[in-house]
């Protein structure tokens, strides 16, 4: 008997509009990321797609349709659970890196496996410790092993990107959500970072769901998606934006 996956990502009827608003900013209808899909999301500045991986994430529930993740639906959770869940299944790489400054490099990584049971199990079934595993992540970013005991307001805002970017990935969560991930990074490292996100998703089995100004990074993609295409608040969320 085979088994079929939960899609990694399932949106059904989703509406979501910023308190305050007078329109909403997404409305789509139906989304379906497969399990180890890696997607390209495309859409003008202000279109919604940090509020679209916001939604993913947990981060905010629509109000209404349903998000769901690995089949789970993010809304049946408490807001403690939603937490949880996300520590375990979602790596993060935002614009905005949300590094505890404070922190060293290598301490920060160490904190998706803290937070998460099932990211240290993941590490320790691949034979490996938290530790190995973030000092491996961090030497295939190109990160020099002398950064990671810094802290992390010490580092570059390229070299945090890509302390945020082994944060994500440590413990091989089943969906990774990055936005703009390399937009600090210069031409050759962004290159080896794109490669390195895509290496560690396929070799995970991770989907991948990736925003981007860069054009010239859609070809690495499974699928290209245009936001304004399959927002039906399209209009309205650009015209909120500039209100
Ligand atoms: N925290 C917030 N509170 C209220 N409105 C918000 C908030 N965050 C975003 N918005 C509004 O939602 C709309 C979509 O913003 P969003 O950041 O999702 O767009 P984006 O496509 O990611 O833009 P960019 O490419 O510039 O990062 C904009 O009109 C924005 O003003």
Redesign the pocket.
Known sequence: MSVIAAPAVRLAGLRYR????QAD?LDIERLDIASGERVFLR??????????LSLVGGVILPQAGSVEVSGQVLAALSSGARDRFRADHVGFVF?LFNLLPWLSALDNILLACRFSPQRRARVAAAGSTPAAEAARLAARLDLDPGLLARPAAQLSVGQQQRVAAARALIGRPGLVVA??PTSALDADRQQAFIALLLEECAAAGAALLF?S?DQRLAAHFDRVLE?DHMNRASAA??A??GA
Request: hydrophobic fraction near 25%; include cysteine.
């Open positions: 910023w308190p305050g608003a900013c859409g003008p500045s202000g279109s919604g797609k940090t509020t679209l614009q936005d703009e925003v100004h936001l969320c650009a909120e934006g």
